[in-house]
């Protein structure tokens, strides 16, 4: 759906679906004939809201099997059934405790949002035409799209009431609005049902067996030679003997969310039950001792630090901080990234079962220039070494999200943000503590003080908004600056005033702490900070904050890279063109999938049979998609307790 249409599809939150609803038949007597002709009505019917349901929720997310994970997507899949919830419609959907929504839920949505009447726009176009003179002018609609939805500008305001205005006059009436609204809602039902139909068209050709598409003169997938390859540490074939029970999926699975297919719909064979399994065992991670490259003259090198940290986004995706390095000139360099742990009773005594931070090194300016990654662990840390000539060098910090997870429940018991003395409105002592930590965080360079730009950061992930000069001047008038910079007791002092301008109401300052990984308890379970430390011996680096790093496609461009070179290489049976590359080190072991082929590859990959293992993905038992001519990551694995040994297992079978 084009932005435009978006934004004229939520002139009014009243409106939703403004097709009108067909006259009801007059009643007749009923014979046994019209009884079924009235019964294979209905059933068009359930199949045309069944379909409409389909294309609406697949337009967005993918796939049927697939759920909706934010609330912005359930707007979008409604819209694209040509309805538009208003804010109180979605609020009641999708509460605060609400994790997804699956295609199901998603149909009885539609079943109570019933489509709008005549009667329903023409309360919709009263509530726009402010003076009631039966026009709606620029400056009404002017004032409505830049309340609601996607804000439009005075220009594309102006060019909506030019396609829309048959009469030429410069403004609406009640049929002009209505020949608007009716033409957004078309356009985009069609949009939704054409994405819907190229999806079942491609996955009946999918379907069809290969003899059957050759001679229908489609393309034949190209051979390819083998890639020279090396056994991984154990491959075997299952015989019979070694074969598990036969038992359902369900039970060999782990006990987390059902499989997931990624992409799009997907209908596949059941897998034969004979398959490759690749088994790697590895000794606890926390009893192996590492012998670091670390330089003998470290303390006379160059040094620069700095912070950030990683998020979660509505979706589930892991955003970060990204940072820039200028390197004068050819410098050896040691790279170090770790956690950040603000409470540590014995900063000696190493954390159990640390979230995994890593920092990709790419070329700055060619996407095709991965130069390395941290993959050293000692302890929670992890590093580098390595050559760098001069230029500049984009640092991607990356977590697979195997330990960093979106929490399943929020503590039974709140915290209390404010308390009342003496009349007076106060921050409580924990909400105080609590401050001072985020505070911590959002110092990225480290000087005790927040930069405007700091706080715009701040600011952009709490609320969404951008800190401009007007807001940076209120800033300045009203707390606690040094050198042009935001102090910590500023810092306070603007959430209290935030606390007592809304009497103690403390809904926003959960807000706040919500969009920085904080729980009811205020404990930062949905975030985590990390320190990086560049040393370069030749040069002094430059280190400069990018922002926000919300596309992992880089990333993971790079770690498909990086597991396609080092790691073990093997064509799988049954699958034309499909090598499955399997990357082992001490801390972690990653897959990635080469798809050589001019179509898609589905790709089995059953690790439910793994002892002590954890998945960046939903389950164990992931079936992953394969675009043609792509390669894409299959599992990250970590051990879920570092103190316990850990068997990797996994069963691979091409779909």
Known sequence: MSQKSRRSNSVSSQKSDVSERSERRAKSPRSPRSDRKDGSSERESSEVFHTECRAGFVAIVGNTKDNIKSRDQLQQALQNTGRNPSKQTLDKYWTKNTVYINFDDFCDIMRKEKATTKGDLVKAFRTIDINGDGYITHDELYRVLTQRGEKMSRDEVRRLIDEADCNKDGKLDYGEFCSMMLSTVDKCKKQSMEKLEKLEAKRHLERRPSSARSRDGSPGDRQSPKPASRPPSRIRDESPRDKPPSRPSSARSTPRASPKTVGKDHESPHPSPRGPVTEISKSPVAKRKVKLPLPKNLESWNHVQRKGCFHFEEDGAIISHEYKMDLPHATNVWITVQPLYLHREDKDEPVENPVDTTLVVLRDGDRDSFIQFTD????????????????????????????????????????????????????????????????????????????????????????????????????????????????????????????????????????????????????????????????AEECKPKLVLEGLLEDSEDVEDAMCKFISSKGEARELKGGKDVILYTYSSDSRISTAIENKASRKAAVQLDLSRSKNCSSHRDDLDYTAEAPPRKTTIGHHILPSNDRQEWIYRCKEVVL
């Open 376 to 535: 050293i662990r000692e302890g929670e840390k992890y590093c580098l070494r390595c050559d760098l000539r001069s230029g500049s060098y984009r640092l991607l910090p990356f977590t697979t999200g195997c330990r960093l997870r979106k929490r399943r429940s929020q503590p039974k018991q709140e915290a209390p943000l404010v308390v009342t003395k003496s009349g007076e409105i106060e921050l409580s002592r924990p909400f105080r503590d609590t401050l001072t930590d985020i505070f911590e965080i959002l110092d990225l360079d480290g000087n005790g003080l927040l930069s405007r730009e700091e706080f715009n950061l701040f600011q952009l992930r709490t609320s969404g908004e951008e800190v401009d000069d007007e807001a940076w001047e209120v800033v300045e008038e009203n707390f606690e600056l040094k050198k042009g910079e935001l102090t910590r007791k500023g810092f306070t002092d603007l959430n209290l005033m935030e606390a007592q301008d809304n009497e103690g109401d403390t809904e926003e300052l959960w807000v706040t702490l919500s969009s920085m990984g904080y729980n009811k308890a205020l404990r930062q379970d949905e975030a985590c900070p990390f320190l990086i430390d560049i040393y």
